[in-house]
């Protein structure tokens, strides 16, 4: 999976089909998007694409109190690419993007510089200035790419979302926020001397001692009041992605 940066220095991509959104977490309710994107891809004979945001939106906009990040960049590329996307495209949400009018976006970002030929978008979506673009506004407008509303997931009858997810994971729930992921909760960082520091905007469960995988290998992670991560058994520093396993 390729990664660009902006909408300035992009390839030509062939018949791109788009979806767009913060994708913190990448959950069940996420996957139905990329499935969906995949496929229209796939019939258009085009390429998958995910726009998403860094930092996030809530940041920029001032409302970053009590944020948890379910996922970090590299932990959101990594489930990406495991997704089968061709590319991830990273925009800077900052204040002069925050302004752009929903018209704006769709007709001279997603259509004038990336070129998409159609967008997927979740029936709950909105974006653009003050939130007011969602599906029914793509309609009225009639641009010209091919719109793709994708209908609310639920997992045994619970709705899915970034927000349950969250708390479960508060709680320490793990084997229940990966049922509703669809795979099990990473955590990338860097070990130094034997502890990692995650981002501090990472969510991560209470304090004590989890079972996780690293390389495919058990091991335990010691999640310390403070959010630092001690694993045993102990391991060389460099970068890291740990996935934690049901109980």
């Not at 969906?36 to 998403?52: D, I």
């Not at 003050?130 to 599906?135: A, D, L, S, V």
């Not at 091919?146 to 970034?162: L, M, N, Q, T, Y």
């Not at 001690?230 to 740990?242: A, S, T, W, Y």
């Amino acid at each position: 999976m390729d990664t660009f940066r902006g909408f300035e220095s992009l390839p030509r991509f062939e018949r791109p089909v788009v979806t767009v959104g913060s994708f913190d977490g990448i959950h069940r309710g996420h996957r139905a998007l990329l499935d969906t994107l995949r496929r229209e891809a796939a019939a258009l004979a085009g390429e998958s694409v995910v726009l998403t945001f860094e930092p996030h939106p809530r940041i920029t906009l001032g409302r970053s109190e009590g944020l948890r990040l379910l996922n970090t960049l590299a932990e959101k590329r990594y489930l990406l690419e495991r997704s089968g996307i061709d590319h991830l495209l990273v925009v800077t949400f900052d204040e002069a993007f925050s302004r752009l009018s929903p018209y704006e976006f769709v007709q001279h970002c997603l259509i004038g510089k990336l070129g998409a030929a159609a967008l997927i978008v979740g029936y709950d979506h909105r974006f653009g200035r003050g939130n007011e673009g969602n599906h029914d506004f793509l309609n009225r407008q009639q641009f010209p790419l091919r719109i793709v509303e994708v209908p609310e997931c639920g997992v045994d009858a619970a709705k899915v979302s970034s927000t349950v997810v969250r708390r479960l994971i508060a709680q320490g729930e793990m084997a229940q926020a990966e049922r509703l992921l669809g795979h099990p909760y990473p955590v990338a960082g860097t070990v130094r001397g034997g502890v990692i520091r995650p981002d501090p905007l990472k969510l991560l469960p209470p304090a004590g001692s989890y079972a996780v995988r690293i390389g495919g290998a058990p091991c335990v992670a010691e999640i310390a009041s403070d959010g630092a991560i001690r694993i045993h058994p102990h391991l060389p520093d460099g970068e890291v992605l740990l996935t934690f396993q049901p109980c």
